[in-house]
Protein backbone atom coordinates (compact mmCIF):
# COMPACT_ATOMS: atom_id res chain seq x y z
CA UNK A 1 0.00 0.00 0.00
CA UNK A 2 1.02 3.78 -0.03
CA UNK A 3 3.54 4.55 2.32
CA UNK A 4 5.46 7.46 3.29
CA UNK A 5 8.04 7.31 5.98
CA UNK A 6 9.85 10.56 7.43
CA UNK A 7 13.21 10.90 9.01
CA UNK A 8 15.95 12.94 9.76
CA UNK A 9 14.23 15.22 12.85
CA UNK A 10 15.82 16.11 15.88
CA UNK A 11 17.13 18.69 18.20
CA UNK A 12 19.30 22.07 16.54
CA UNK A 13 20.25 24.89 18.25
CA UNK A 14 19.30 28.50 16.51
CA UNK A 15 21.14 29.27 13.34
CA UNK A 16 21.83 25.08 12.89
CA UNK A 17 21.06 22.61 9.96
CA UNK A 18 18.57 19.76 9.45
CA UNK A 19 18.06 17.67 6.62
CA UNK A 20 14.50 15.89 6.76
CA UNK A 21 13.66 12.66 4.56
CA UNK A 22 11.14 10.85 3.29
CA UNK A 23 10.44 7.51 1.80
CA UNK A 24 7.91 6.97 -0.30
CA UNK A 25 6.41 3.35 -1.44
CA UNK A 26 3.33 1.54 -2.84
CA UNK A 27 2.89 4.21 -5.78
CA UNK A 28 4.40 5.64 -8.59
CA UNK A 29 6.84 7.83 -6.79
CA UNK A 30 8.41 9.84 -10.11
CA UNK A 31 4.47 10.74 -10.82
CA UNK A 32 3.36 12.82 -8.42
CA UNK A 33 4.09 16.26 -6.38
CA UNK A 34 4.70 16.31 -3.11
CA UNK A 35 4.38 18.47 -0.59
CA UNK A 36 6.08 19.22 3.13
CA UNK A 37 3.43 20.46 5.63
CA UNK A 38 4.56 21.41 9.08
CA UNK A 39 2.70 21.70 12.85
CA UNK A 40 3.81 23.63 15.68
CA UNK A 41 2.92 22.00 19.13
CA UNK A 42 -0.79 22.67 19.93
CA UNK A 43 -1.34 24.91 16.59
CA UNK A 44 -2.31 23.98 13.30
CA UNK A 45 -1.26 22.73 9.72
CA UNK A 46 1.16 24.83 7.86
CA UNK A 47 2.22 24.48 4.12
CA UNK A 48 5.73 24.83 3.95
CA UNK A 49 6.72 23.84 0.37
CA UNK A 50 5.91 21.81 -3.23
CA UNK A 51 7.51 19.88 -5.94
CA UNK A 52 6.03 18.57 -8.92
CA UNK A 53 6.94 15.27 -10.14
CA UNK A 54 10.19 16.05 -12.03
CA UNK A 55 11.28 19.03 -9.92
CA UNK A 56 10.79 21.47 -12.42
CA UNK A 57 8.35 23.43 -10.50
CA UNK A 58 9.56 24.24 -6.63
CA UNK A 59 6.98 27.08 -4.06
CA UNK A 60 8.05 28.00 -0.32
CA UNK A 61 5.64 29.49 1.54
CA UNK A 62 6.99 33.01 2.82
CA UNK A 63 8.55 31.38 6.05
CA UNK A 64 10.89 28.97 4.03
CA UNK A 65 11.63 31.00 1.07
CA UNK A 66 15.10 31.56 1.14
CA UNK A 67 16.06 29.38 4.00
CA UNK A 68 14.73 25.26 2.85
CA UNK A 69 15.37 23.57 -0.18
CA UNK A 70 12.62 20.93 -1.15
CA UNK A 71 14.67 18.05 -3.60
CA UNK A 72 13.47 14.64 -4.49
CA UNK A 73 15.78 11.51 -6.06
CA UNK A 74 13.10 9.42 -7.85
CA UNK A 75 15.32 7.09 -8.56
CA UNK A 76 15.48 6.45 -4.60
CA UNK A 77 12.10 7.27 -4.30
CA UNK A 78 12.85 9.90 -1.93
CA UNK A 79 11.58 13.58 -1.17
CA UNK A 80 13.88 15.98 1.01
CA UNK A 81 14.16 19.04 2.48
CA UNK A 82 17.09 20.85 3.53
CA UNK A 83 16.68 23.31 6.54
CA UNK A 84 18.88 26.18 7.15
CA UNK A 85 19.21 29.03 9.53
CA UNK A 86 16.60 27.25 12.13
CA UNK A 87 14.55 29.55 14.06
CA UNK A 88 12.87 28.73 17.96
CA UNK A 89 9.32 29.04 15.45
CA UNK A 90 10.82 26.03 13.27
CA UNK A 91 9.73 23.81 15.68
CA UNK A 92 7.25 21.26 14.42
CA UNK A 93 6.19 18.48 13.30
CA UNK A 94 7.18 18.02 9.73
CA UNK A 95 5.09 15.74 7.38
CA UNK A 96 5.82 14.53 3.78
CA UNK A 97 2.39 14.40 1.68
CA UNK A 98 1.95 13.52 -1.67
CA UNK A 99 -0.86 14.53 -4.65
CA UNK A 100 -3.14 12.40 -6.29
CA UNK A 101 -4.90 11.85 -9.20
CA UNK A 102 -7.23 15.35 -9.28
CA UNK A 103 -6.34 15.84 -6.08
CA UNK A 104 -3.88 17.55 -3.39
CA UNK A 105 -1.94 15.76 -0.43
CA UNK A 106 -3.64 12.33 -0.44
CA UNK A 107 -1.42 10.62 1.48
CA UNK A 108 0.62 12.23 4.56
CA UNK A 109 3.87 10.20 6.46
CA UNK A 110 3.22 10.05 10.61
CA UNK A 111 5.67 12.89 10.61
CA UNK A 112 9.65 13.70 11.93
CA UNK A 113 9.87 16.53 14.70
CA UNK A 114 12.24 18.84 14.55
CA UNK A 115 13.47 20.99 17.21
CA UNK A 116 15.01 24.51 17.35
CA UNK A 117 16.02 25.29 20.99
CA UNK A 118 19.44 26.41 22.74
CA UNK B 1 -1.77 35.27 -0.01
CA UNK B 2 -5.18 34.36 1.02
CA UNK B 3 -6.55 33.12 4.06
CA UNK B 4 -9.03 30.26 5.15
CA UNK B 5 -11.28 31.36 8.02
CA UNK B 6 -12.69 28.22 10.21
CA UNK B 7 -14.60 28.58 13.70
CA UNK B 8 -12.51 27.47 16.31
CA UNK B 9 -14.15 24.98 17.52
CA UNK B 10 -17.98 23.06 16.98
CA UNK B 11 -20.32 20.58 19.00
CA UNK B 12 -23.07 17.92 17.81
CA UNK B 13 -25.06 15.77 19.58
CA UNK B 14 -24.29 12.30 18.62
CA UNK B 15 -26.15 11.23 15.46
CA UNK B 16 -27.90 14.33 14.38
CA UNK B 17 -25.62 16.95 11.32
CA UNK B 18 -22.68 19.50 11.49
CA UNK B 19 -21.72 21.54 9.16
CA UNK B 20 -17.67 23.11 9.31
CA UNK B 21 -17.47 26.06 7.36
CA UNK B 22 -14.16 27.47 5.61
CA UNK B 23 -13.88 31.62 4.22
CA UNK B 24 -11.66 32.30 1.94
CA UNK B 25 -11.25 34.38 -1.36
CA UNK B 26 -8.92 31.20 -3.25
CA UNK B 27 -12.22 29.40 -2.78
CA UNK B 28 -13.68 31.04 -5.67
CA UNK B 29 -11.31 29.68 -7.71
CA UNK B 30 -10.18 26.52 -6.18
CA UNK B 31 -11.90 23.54 -4.55
CA UNK B 32 -11.46 23.14 -1.18
CA UNK B 33 -9.77 19.89 0.64
CA UNK B 34 -10.54 18.59 3.95
CA UNK B 35 -8.53 16.86 6.33
CA UNK B 36 -9.16 15.13 9.81
CA UNK B 37 -6.93 15.12 12.04
CA UNK B 38 -6.97 13.11 15.70
CA UNK B 39 -5.02 13.66 18.12
CA UNK B 40 -1.11 12.34 17.69
CA UNK B 41 -2.06 10.97 14.43
CA UNK B 42 -1.15 12.63 10.55
CA UNK B 43 -4.03 14.30 8.67
CA UNK B 44 -6.40 11.98 6.39
CA UNK B 45 -8.51 13.53 3.39
CA UNK B 46 -11.88 12.99 3.69
CA UNK B 47 -13.46 15.35 1.15
CA UNK B 48 -11.59 16.73 -2.13
CA UNK B 49 -12.73 18.07 -5.43
CA UNK B 50 -16.00 20.12 -4.51
CA UNK B 51 -17.27 16.72 -3.15
CA UNK B 52 -15.72 13.32 -3.67
CA UNK B 53 -14.48 11.04 -1.01
CA UNK B 54 -11.41 9.17 -1.00
CA UNK B 55 -11.99 5.61 -0.56
CA UNK B 56 -12.56 4.29 2.89
CA UNK B 57 -14.28 7.32 3.72
CA UNK B 58 -17.54 6.87 5.10
CA UNK B 59 -20.03 8.85 3.19
CA UNK B 60 -21.57 10.23 5.87
CA UNK B 61 -19.04 13.18 4.80
CA UNK B 62 -19.99 15.33 1.97
CA UNK B 63 -18.48 18.59 0.93
CA UNK B 64 -20.22 21.57 -0.72
CA UNK B 65 -19.29 25.11 -1.94
CA UNK B 66 -20.95 28.24 -2.37
CA UNK B 67 -18.75 31.76 -3.29
CA UNK B 68 -16.02 31.66 -1.28
CA UNK B 69 -17.20 29.72 1.30
CA UNK B 70 -16.94 26.34 1.43
CA UNK B 71 -18.63 23.78 3.54
CA UNK B 72 -18.06 19.72 5.39
CA UNK B 73 -21.02 18.33 6.41
CA UNK B 74 -21.47 15.53 8.39
CA UNK B 75 -24.96 13.77 8.25
CA UNK B 76 -24.94 10.94 11.43
CA UNK B 77 -21.87 12.41 13.37
CA UNK B 78 -20.56 9.31 15.12
CA UNK B 79 -18.45 9.52 18.45
CA UNK B 80 -15.17 8.34 15.87
CA UNK B 81 -15.84 11.92 13.83
CA UNK B 82 -14.59 14.13 16.98
CA UNK B 83 -11.31 15.12 15.37
CA UNK B 84 -9.91 18.75 14.02
CA UNK B 85 -11.18 19.42 10.35
CA UNK B 86 -8.95 21.60 8.55
CA UNK B 87 -9.59 23.03 4.79
CA UNK B 88 -6.86 23.59 2.48
CA UNK B 89 -7.16 25.00 -1.24
CA UNK B 90 -4.24 26.82 -3.50
CA UNK B 91 -4.23 30.63 -2.47
CA UNK B 92 -5.14 33.38 -5.09
CA UNK B 93 -1.55 33.49 -7.21
CA UNK B 94 -2.22 29.26 -7.51
CA UNK B 95 1.30 28.85 -6.09
CA UNK B 96 1.18 28.29 -2.92
CA UNK B 97 -1.47 26.58 -0.55
CA UNK B 98 -3.25 27.17 2.56
CA UNK B 99 -4.72 25.81 5.55
CA UNK B 100 -7.61 27.10 7.87
CA UNK B 101 -6.85 27.30 11.42
CA UNK B 102 -8.94 24.12 12.15
CA UNK B 103 -11.91 23.24 13.15
CA UNK B 104 -11.63 21.24 16.81
CA UNK B 105 -14.91 19.00 16.49
CA UNK B 106 -16.87 17.30 19.54
CA UNK B 107 -19.36 14.82 19.25
CA UNK B 108 -21.64 14.95 22.25
Known amino acids: QVQLVESGGGVVQPGGSLRLSCAASGFAFNSYGMHWVRQAPGKGLEWVAF????????YYADSAKGRFTISRDNSKNTLYMQMNSLRAEDTAVYYC???????????WGKGTTVTVSS | SSELTQDPAVSVALGQTVRITCQGD??????ANWYQQKPGQAPVLVIY???SRPSGIPGRFSGSTSGDTASLTITGAQAEDEADYYCNSRDSSGDHWVFGGGTKLTVL
Open chain 2, 49 to 51: DKN
Open chain 1, 97 to 107: AKDGPDKDMDV
Open chain 1, 51 to 58: IDYDATLK
Open chain 2, 26 to 31: SLRNYY
